[in-house]
């Protein structure tokens, strides 16, 4: 934790530098180090946060807005430094200060550590919608766990995924503002007592939650909302009379088993393991944010039918799901409501996002468990799953199945609205996994399709490409994305045809000389294909690795053929429990061992797979490329931002008909996209046909020699359980989809031949991506879930 600055902020950037160095660091700028300057730079910023923080604070409470809380396990938001000096417009103060010192301010940005508070989208979405909430002033919260240890750091040792602590906290964390004063008490297991007709909870043990908070600053530095975090602590820090009986690890053990709660980001993006700990941080979040923003309602308001007309909170997936049955218990047990106005209001402040319809990843707890943890909130759960039952007698949908409480159709049942994250997953889950809840409450679930920001997506992370279009269209893009229309007639101006794709060949320059120090050489004139994204089955990362070896084979026998040069970009993590996945990272890494060092082939592919994939490599990666492969299979991706990211960037898409590709499809144009694949029916179709996967195989020679390559040992051994699963049961279709994919990459390989034709749809692909914008969806969520306003500063 940084020291609050002693003195008053200079109005003068770089006084302001030279102040915090000297006053908040104590350090002198003859000795200052790299970090030294970060932190002394990043307090600098963040006094200048302060002051329209507070403004926006005092604004909302003026106003009496109607305020968003967004409960999220997971806000992967990566370095803050940067968003902030770009949001306050000072990057090129920055840039002046640190180049008359003879430092680069780009290291010094890059010495930030990544947050990585998230797995993955889920995350990420939650980080992009922080940012256009302030952007666009919508007096908001985010409100999730301050680990101590985000996701795990993934370093390769032969091929092998290897996973190692993270430690974003090891060094101070400039951004935050520990609020000591700001804790409150988390029970959990006891019993459950009637008492004069009233029902109370009696926890058997506590644990405080404390508040940590980041302001988080909109563009132009306009509005600020606050991005707060809960750490766990023990209610005693040690057991003195043990210490002093010797007993020195038993004194400890309560706050090591206190802290574990906030310890460690649960690694996982689709299986929930580890139950206890893991149940025991969505009830610790959820109970520390529900209390804190029912204190912040009544010191406003004395009337609790209120709520919902001041307040609404949004679910980011089943994790906060427990806020429903919370909720209730503080109204009705609490403050006296009867139990049905209890669910009306808590209904009417709760919405819920749903982001998978993989069954194995939709989030169940054993009634034992949950009954032992939380008595009090599983007998609330058994009440709303009779009233349920009760008020639809004919119906099937039960809160409680099979010995679980299913998370999901809790969520459901305790929610305004429910929503998915892109169109066709919104309709996927009326006719899926929630059609009968649908048929209950018709029009309850919308859609809201996901978007990222802007100013971090285009802006920071691409400033050559936001120059050019600053200086074609002017730099109202940045706060309204949709100005990006304007360029369309540009993608036939010869003029900004070249410069576009000077822009795109700098940033692949950059690129190759960065993983050319992480060890790969590469061609900057090869074509930069990158598939980056949580590594798993249903997103296919085998399906372009054996398209790859595939490609290889018949470069290998025609040497000398009109191929185009590929760099094949590969970046990932596996949950660390999940051992196919795991398989296909060692499968990539193999398969660029031999692929890069043949001397037949190597002019013409090569294969990088950069370790330890993350928010800041994304911000590499996604400016230099110009292949964007979205291959998941039909239904199964919710929705995919990071194909935004792409698109909007400039790279063409190669995918299927999935998630959000059908938007980027519709609105970019297909000539612009490169699809391939069966649809979500003709997927459900397919795995009805009795060998599939053996009359793909058979039918298509490229796909049996590439298979028949692994399983020969071409690549090392190990990978029986890769090939004998797309041959064999082969769930995701990759085998069925492999003809229709290599058609279509080599599609694309054509379209790169005409380097102008190609540039013209890349322009075309940012011009038609605006729509993109996470400002538009928050809107959206504005006005369709939260009936929020916009408010601003007089
Ligand atoms: C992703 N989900 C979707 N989950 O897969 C993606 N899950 O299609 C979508 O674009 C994105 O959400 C945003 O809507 C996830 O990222 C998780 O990370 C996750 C984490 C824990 C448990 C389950």
């Not at 669910?343 to 009634?367: D, F, K, M, Q």
């Not at 609105?667 to 179709?685: K, P, Q, S, Y």
């Amino acid at each position: 934790m940084q020291e609050a600055p002693v003195h008053l902020p200079s109005e003068n950037l770089s006084d302001a530098i030279l102040q915090q160095l000297k006053y908040g660091l104590g350090k002198d700028a003859a000795h200052a180090t790299r970090t030294d300057w970060r932190l002394a730079l990043s307090l600098a910023i963040r006094d200048r946060i302060v002051d329209p923080w507070f403004a926006s604070t005092r604004t909302t409470y003026a106003k009496q807005g109607k305020r968003v809380y967004y409960l999220s396990m997971e806000f992967l938001i990566g370095r803050l430094l940067e968003d902030a000096a770009v949001n306050l417009g000072l990057m090129d103060e920055v840039t002046a200060f640190f180049d008359e010192r003879g430092l680069d301010a780009k290291a010094v940005i890059a010495d930030e550590p990544d947050a990585a508070l998230g797995n993955g989208g889920l995350g990420r979405l939650a980080a992009c919608f922080l940012e256009s909430m302030s952007s666009l002033g919508c007096p908001a919260h985010g409100y999730g766990i301050r680990y101590e240890h985000g996701l795990f750091r993934q370093s390769f040792d032969d091929g092998r995924q290897v996973e190692a602590p993270e430690d974003w906290l090891s060094e101070p964390h400039a951004w935050e503002f520990e609020r000591a004063e700001v804790e409150y008490r988390i029970g959990f297991g006891g019993h459950v007592a009637e008492e004069n007709g009233q029902t109370r909870w009696y926890p058997g043990e506590a644990v405080l939650a404390r508040a940590y908070d980041t302001p988080v600053i909109g563009w132009k530095g306009a509005w600020a909302n606050t991005l707060r975090l809960w750490s766990a602590r023990p209610e005693q820090i040690f057991d003195l009379s043990r210490f002093n009986a010797g007993d020195y690890y038993g004194a400890a053990h309560q706050e090591a088993l206190a802290r574990t709660i906030s310890r460690v980001l649960y690694p996982d993006d689709t299986t929930d393991e580890g139950k206890r700990l893991r149940l025991k941080q969505e009830y610790f979040f959820t109970a520390a944010s529900l209390h804190d923003i029912l204190r912040r309602f009544d010191s406003e308001y004395d009337d609790l039918s209120l709520l919902p007309e001041k307040v609404a909170i949004q679910l980011n997936d089943t994790h906060p799901a427990i806020a429903g049955p919370e909720l209730i218990r503080i109204l009705h047990d609490e403050r006296g409501l009867s139990f049905e106005q209890a669910v009306e209001i808590a209904r009417g402040c709760l919405a819920y996002t749903n982001h998978t319809l993989l069954p194995e990843a939709l989030e169940r707890w054993s009634v034992g468990l949950m009954a032992h943890l939380l008595p009090r909130h599983m007998q609330i759960i058994e009440r709303m799953d009779a009233l349920h039952a009760e008020a639809h007698p004919d119906r099937h949908v039960r809160l409680i199945d099979h010995g679980d409480v299913h998370m999901g159709p809790l969520a459901f049942t305790t929610a305004h609205r429910v929503n998915g994250v892109s169109a066709l997953h919104s309709e996927l889950m009326k006719d899926t996994v929630f059609a009968e809840l649908n048929r209950l409450h018709p029009g309850r679930i919308v859609n809201q399709t996901n978007g990222v920001t802007p100013r971090r997506w285009m802006l920071s992370a691409n400033p050559r490409l936001s120059a050019l279009i600053t200086e074609a269209i002017g730099d109202g893009w940045v706060g309204d994305l949709e100005q990006l229309q304007q360029l369309e007639p540009l993608a036939e101006d010869a003029g900004f045809v070249e410069a576009f794709a000077k822009a795109k060949r700098a940033n692949k320059a950059d690129l190759a000389a960065y993983l050319g120090k992480e060890g790969t050489g590469v061609d900057p004139d090869a074509m930069f294909d990158v598939q980056i994204k949580r590594i798993h089955e249903y997103k296919r990362q085998h399906l372009n690795i054996l398209q790859t070896i595939a490609l290889w084979q018949e470069m290998k026998d025609d040497p000398k053929g009109d191929w185009v040069p590929t760099l094949k970009i590969f970046g990932g993590k596996a949950a660390p429990g999940y051992f196919f996945a795991k398989d296909i990272i060692r499968l990539i890494n193999k398969v660029a061992e031999v692929v890069n060092r043949d001397p037949d082939t190597r002019h013409l592919l090569r294969v990088a797979y950069p370790a330890n994939y993350n928010v800041s490599l994304a911000e590499r990666l996604i400016p230099a490329a110009e292949v964007s492969q979205q291959i998941s299979t039909a239904g199964k991706e919710a929705s995919g931002t990071g194909n935004m990211k792409f698109a909007l960037n400039g790279a063409l898409t190669i995918g299927t008909l999935d998630g959000a590709n059908v938007e980027i499809r519709e609105l970019v144009g297909a000539e612009n996209f490169f699809l391939f694949g069966m649809t979500a029916e003709e997927v459900v179709a397919r795995r009805q046909v009795e060998g599939h996967a053996w009359q793909a195989i058979s039918a298509d020679p490229r796909l049996a020699r590439a298979l028949e390559a692994i399983r020969h040992g071409t690549f090392g051994h190990g990978f029986g359980g890769i090939v004998d699963n797309v041959s064999g049961p082969d769930y995701f279709l990759v085998s069925s989809d492999f003809t229709d994919y290599w058609r279509a990459s080599r599609e694309l390989d054509a379209a790169y031949r005409d380097p102008k034709a190609w540039t013209r749809k890349a322009i075309l692909n940012v011009a038609r991506s605006g729509w993109f914008s996470s400002d538009r969806t928050i809107r959206g969520y504005m006005a369709d879930i939260w009936d929020a306003k916009a408010l601003s500063v007089d």
